[in-house]
């Protein structure tokens, strides 16, 4: 019998190791089903930044995979470059201090620099 963990575990370092940024979310990019999915898909789009979506309410054992694989309770879940970066709270902060802007300049990830630096004014 295949554990259901190992094989949700397995998916999702796939899809780590694929892309540059993922997101695990509640919904989709185009259509989040969560505030807090929304609020990270809504800084990547604005940012313009490419990112693999990964709607955890398609899969139950995503889901509950996820949490176990990052030792992270909520959803969403940033990663960058197979780093864990955080839920919304933090990539919020980082959003608003530009620790964001420093992640993707150190790992080579493609972002509008001028959007990034608006959502800091609106937000100041």
Excluded at 5 to 25: E, P, R, T
Excluded at 32 to 48: E, H, I
Excluded at 74 to 96: A, N, R, S, W
């Amino acid at each position: 019998m295949i554990d259901t963990s190992d094989a949700a575990h397995a998916a999702i370092k796939a899809d780590i190791d694929a892309n540059d940024v993922v997101l695990f979310m509640k919904g989709t990019a185009a259509m989040p089903q969560c505030g807090f999915s929304s609020r990270v898909a809504g800084v990547l789009n604005y940012m313009g930044v490419t990112y693999k979506d990964v709607n955890v309410l398609a899969d139950e054992g995503v889901r509950n995979g996820i949490k176990s694989f990052s030792d992270w309770p909520t959803i969403p879940q940033l990663y960058v470059k197979g780093e864990f970066v955080g839920g919304c709270d933090i990539v919020t902060e980082m959003t608003l201090s530009g620790e964001l802007d420093a992640l993707f300049d150190a790992k080579g990830v493609a972002y509008d620099k001028d959007a990034a630096a608006k959502i800091r004014a609106a937000n100041a």
